[in-house]
C-alpha cells in the first residue's frame, strides 16, 4: 500500500516579505495573539476541531503528536484546518515528536505510545489558550499541571471542567 497525504489551500497566495510566491493563512496562534477570537468563535472552532479529530481517527489516525496553535490554520470563510501530519501515527506506525510544551504526560517516553488521548491533552492546553487568548509561556516544565493551576485559581474564563477532562485530570 502507499499513503498520499493531500493538502488543502487555505490561504491566498500573497507576497512574503523574505520569499517569492509564499503561500500563508493566519494560524490559531495568529488569531489568538492578536485577540481576534470571541467566545461563539472559539467554540466553532473547538467543536470543529473535535469533529476533525473525530473523522480523521476514524480513517486510522492514532495521533497526530504535535497539537498546537501554530498547526491549526484559520480559513478565509472562518473555519479551522488541522494541519502538519508529518508526525502522524497511523495504523501501528508511531513517530515521536512534537512540540513539548503540547505534550502530554507519556508524549516522549520511549516505553509508552501516543493515541487519541494524547492529542485530547493537547487540545486542553490550545483550549485554554484559545478561550483566554494568551498563548502561554513556553519554558514552564509542565504546562498542563500549570493550565490546571490556573483553573483551580479561577484564572479560566470558560470552559475549564472541558479543559480539565482534555489534561486527564
Known sequence: DTFYMVME??????????????????????????????????????????RGMQYLNSVGLESHQDIKPKNIFVTEDNHIKIADFGLASFEGVFYSGGTKKYFSPEHGRKDLKCDI???IYSFGIVMYEMFNSIILNKNKKNIGKYVYELIENKECKYCSEIIKKCLHI
Open 9 to 50: 489551500l487555505v490561504g491566498k497566495q500573497q507576497k512574503h516579505p523574505l520569499k517569492e510566491d509564499w503561500w500563508f493563512a493566519k494560524t490559531l496562534e495568529d488569531k489568538i495573539n492578536n485577540n481576534e477570537i470571541d467566545l461563539e468563535t472559539a467554540f466553532t472552532w473547538a467543536i470543529e476541531f473535535c
Open 117 to 119: 488521548r494524547s492529542d
